[in-house]
């Protein structure tokens, strides 16, 4: 199971920590990844990091003010997010699989979801 947390209400250019914690067995080959969906639009790929190495991947709409990272031991994946626009108000899921490199940031390659949760960003 995954539990997203962490989401409300910042302002642009805030910051903001979501959270997922993941519960039941980690497997070290499964990616985790954070997709985002506004309402009436398609999910897309924000950044996903390999369980066994922390590989990191991230959308270009995101590169350079989010970090994505894991806590082992917490066994809970992070996405860090600065510098925030109005255009990342969104649902944010965490979701977990074993997508091959190619498909990373597609979310057909997820098989784990978890509950949205909520940012928004007011300008």
């Known amino acids: 199971q995954l539990q997203a947390s962490g989401g409300g209400l910042v302002q642009a250019g805030g910051s903001l920590r979501v959270s997922c914690v993941v519960s039941?067995?980690?497997?070290?080959?499964?990616?985790f990844a954070w997709f985002r969906q506004a309402p009436g639009k398609e999910r897309t790929f924000i950044a996903a990091?390999?369980?066994?190495?922390?590989?990191?991947y991230y959308a270009d709409s995101v590169k350079g003010r989010f970090a994505i990272s894991r806590d082992n031991a917490k066994n809970t994946v992070y996405l860090q997010m600065n510098s925030l626009k109005p255009e990342d108000t969104s649902d944010y899921y965490c979701?977990?699989?074993?997508?091959?490199?190619?498909?990373?940031?597609?979310?057909?390659?997820?098989?784990?979801w978890g509950q949205g949760t909520l940012v928004t960003v007011s300008s």
């Open positions: 990091i390999r369980w066994s190495g922390g590989l990191r």
């Open positions: 039941g067995r980690t497997v070290s080959s499964y990616t």
């Open positions: 979701s977990t699989g074993s997508p091959i490199t190619s498909a990373t940031m597609r979310p057909q390659a997820y098989r784990y």
